[in-house]
T-cell receptor
Framework: AQSVTQPDIHITVSEGASLELRCNYS??????LFWYVQSPGQGLQLLLKYFSGDTLVQGIKGFEAEFKRSQSSFNLRKPSVHWSDAAEYFC?????????????FGKGTKLTVNP | DGGITQSPKYLFRKEGQNVTLSCEQN?????MYWYRQDPGQGLRLIYYSQIVNDFQKGDIAEGYSVSREKKESFPLTVTSAQKNPTAFYLC??????????????FGPGTRLTVL
């Protein structure tokens, strides 16, 4: 069964510092990959997604993610974090042959931003 | 503006009572989903529907029921059989492209507390 691992439960960075959130998946074929962000008490907002093609994906709010097949990873990055980026981030994976109901979420990484 | 609305935002229920959570979308999406979110657990799929008058159980359907009488609406009933219903409930929708995984878009959520 496919699974998604976000190794870091909680990360703290200073405002203006760079950020990398890790995501690893376990699946035979290259899946579809997503990153979502959730502010406290809110729904999830899609940051970016990877289906195929260029392995470096640009998203909203200045985020990007890089798909590395050899490492089964899809890490999220931002060069300079803003205080408004404080939220919880979820990586999600779906099989390439279809089946949106098979979307599997990681357990999330909570980001704290220090002034 | 197109989007997904969930109501109410907060809901309190006494043990032994059924309660229904509303989810409406005006995105003209075919598929709709209900997820449950618990702290540190990520999102778990309760039910999904790909077409009107049809729905399928997800990973944790026990104690829940749904209906899909209209394309725009997918209400979730939390029954008294659900042993631990206190959680944050998220509704999502997606277009069914038929090729690969569809991007899911989320509503703002309903927090249910059982007293």
């Amino acid at each position: 069964a496919q699974s998604v691992t976000q190794p870091d439960i909680h990360i703290t960075v200073s405002e203006g510092a760079s950020l990398e959130l890790r995501c690893n998946y376990s699946y035979g074929a290259t899946p579809y990959l997503f990153w979502y962000v959730q502010s406290p008490g809110q729904g999830l907002q899609l940051l970016l997604k990877y289906f195929s093609g260029d392995t470096l994906v640009q998203g909203i709010k200045g985020f990007e993610a890089e798909f590395k097949r050899s490492q089964s990873s899809f890490n999220l990055r931002k060069p300079s974090v803003h205080w408004s980026d404080a939220a919880e981030y979820f990586c999600a994976v779906a099989p390439p042959q279809g089946g949106s109901e098979k979307l599997v979420f990681g357990k999330g990484t909570k980001l704290t931003v220090n002034p | 503006d197109g989007g997904i609305t969930q109501s109410p935002k907060y809901l309190f229920r006494k043990e032994g009572q059924n309660v229904t959570l509303s989810c409406e979308q005006n995105l003209n999406h075919d598929a709709m989903y209900w997820y449950r979110q618990d702290p540190g657990q990520g999102l778990r799929l309760i039910y999904y529907s790909q077409i009107v008058n049809d729905f399928q159980k997800g990973d944790i359907a026990e104690g829940y029921s749904v209906s899909r009488e209209k394309k725009e609406s997918f209400p979730l009933t939390v029954t008294s059989a659900q042993k631990n219903p206190t959680a944050f409930y998220l509704c999502a929708s997606s277009i069914l492209l038929g090729i690969g995984a569809d991007t899911q878009y989320f509503g703002p959520g309903t927090r249910l507390t059982v007293l």
